[in-house]
T-cell receptor, first 112, second 114 residues
């Protein structure tokens, strides 16, 4: 089955700096890669996703890149703000949401 | 505000109790999910319902019993739980099961088993 590894487990940055979180996946058949943000006491919320026919996607301060050959994808957050502080999960799936595998999560802290 | 509503937000129960967690969505989604999340861990899939039929049971112990009364509601009945079952239980929904797309999560029900 699919295995998703996520690094780093914790990340601390100064407000205004960029943050990068990286994930690797094992199954070359995976074709959907979402990123979820989970704030304290809340459920995960989708912030951006990318499909295997695209190499990069951007939404304001958030971007995701996908390297299918190397089987890794990354989340980039620019101009970080304190409200970006949360746990971020990457995920990968092949066919549908019941085979989605989550990474272990990255706790991002943005210091004002 | 989340469009998936879960109740109760917090639940404390003894090992001999019977309780239920409830989940509701009004987005017209046809797939609904139960996930279990332990502290500092990612969500783990427990059950999937598609068109009100149980589609997936990820080898969950029988002390957890899901129920989907209609397309908007999903329950998780709890009986004879163990302390290690203490966790955040997340409900989610998506438009369809057979496509890769956004999962909408509720805020979760935090369960403590004494």
């Amino acid at each position: 089955g699919e295995n998703v590894e996520q690094h780093p487990s914790t990340l601390s940055v100064q407000e205004g700096d960029s943050a990068v979180i990286k994930c690797t996946y094992s199954d070359s058949a995976s074709n959907y890669f979402p990123w979820y943000k989970q704030e304290l006491g809340k459920g995960p919320q989708l912030i951006i996703d990318i499909r295997s026919n695209v190499g990069e996607k951007k939404d304001q301060r958030i971007a995701v890149t996908l390297n299918k050959t190397a089987k890794h994808f990354s989340l980039h957050i620019t101009e970080t703000q304190p409200e970006d502080s949360a746990v971020y999960f990457c995920a990968a799936s092949m066919r549908n949401n019941n085979d989605m595998r989550f990474g272990a999560g990255t706790r991002l802290t943005v210091k004002p | 505000d989340t469009e998936v509503t879960q109740t109760p937000k917090h639940l404390v129960m003894g090992m001999t109790n019977k309780k239920s967690l409830k989940c509701e969505q009004h987005m017209g989604h046809r797939a609904m999910y139960w996930y279990k999340q332990k502290a500092k861990k990612p969500p783990e899939l427990m059950f999937v319902y598609s068109y009100e039929k149980l589609s997936i049971n990820e080898s969950v112990p029988s002390r957890f019993s899901p129920e989907c009364p209609n397309s908007s509601l999903l329950n998780l009945h709890l009986h004879a739980l163990q302390p290690e079952d203490s966790a955040l239980y997340l409900c989610a929904s998506s438009q369809e099961l057979a496509t890769t797309g956004e999962l909408f999560f509720g805020e979760g029900s935090r369960l403590t088993v004494l």
